[in-house]
């Protein structure tokens, strides 16, 4: 089945300096891929949208330019949170849709498994 | 706004019990239902889908769930559990149409822990 591998497991990083993720998609070629956030005992809020070639499409509230994405071929996008604080720790996983099932709207995301982001 | 609840925040069980996990969506219009489940420090693993047709999905580890869409409901079941099936358990709806390409609104989840 397809798979999403995501980059590190998980990071300790001081406050103020940045972070990068990676998503990959190794079995098939994902032109739309999703970042959501988890804090503890919460549910997955969608971060943002990343889409291969064009600019990602934030959710409201979501700091654009503190969680940058960056798609930049079929397999791979990057979440880079800039000058990160404590308070952006937290779980963090990717998502994509493999293409060429029947639609999209009722094709499963898969999931990554993970970043523990950990701000000190 | 459209939205997922899932009624119980955790549900204890002891094993070889039936086990059902609530969910409720917000709106009638035309939904795909998703069941997925977190293990500790993991991602996501798809349970089972609703797309279509039959109103009661089969989906892997001996889960079902049913769909109603009178009641906008979409409950999880499972006649007997196990241990291993102790984890965080997330509803999720994309609703068709509109901006919602690929979208999916996720429920705060269920913690199912089962007791020995």
């Known amino acids: 089945g397809a798979v999403v591998s995501q980059h590190p497991s998980r990071v300790i990083c001081k406050s103020g300096t940045s972070v990068k993720i990676e998503c990959r998609s190794l079995d098939f070629q994902a032109t739309t891929m999703f970042w959501y956030r988890q804090f503890p005992k919460q549910s997955l809020m969608l971060m943002a949208t990343?889409?291969?070639?064009?600019?990602?499409?934030?959710e409201q509230g979501v700091e654009k330019d503190k969680f940058l994405i960056n798609h930049a071929s079929l397999t791979l996008s990057t979440l880079t949170v800039t000058s990160a604080h404590p308070e952006d720790s937290s779980f963090y996983i990717c998502s994509a849709i493999k293409p060429g099932t029947s639609s999209s709207y009722n094709s499963p995301l898969h999931f990554g498994n993970g970043t523990r982001l950990t701000v000190t | 706004a459209q939205s997922v609840t899932q009624l119980d925040s955790q549900v204890p069980v002891f094993e070889e019990a039936p086990v059902e996990l609530r969910c409720n969506y917000s709106?009638?219009?035309?939904?795909?239902l998703f069941w997925y489940v977190q293990y500790p420090n993991q991602g996501l693993q798809l349970l089972l889908k609703y797309l279509s047709g039959s109103t009661l999905v089969k989906g892997i580890n001996g889960f079902e769930a049913e769909f109603n869409k009178s009641q906008t409901s979409f409950h999880l079941r499972k006649p007997s559990v196990h241990i291993s099936d102790t984890a965080e358990y997330f509803c999720a709806v994309r609703w068709a149409g509109g901006t919602s390409y690929g979208k999916l609104t996720f429920g705060q989840g269920t913690i199912l822990t089962v007791h020995p």
């Open positions: 709106s009638s219009v035309s939904v795909y």
């Open positions: 990343s889409n291969e070639g064009s600019k990602a499409t934030y």
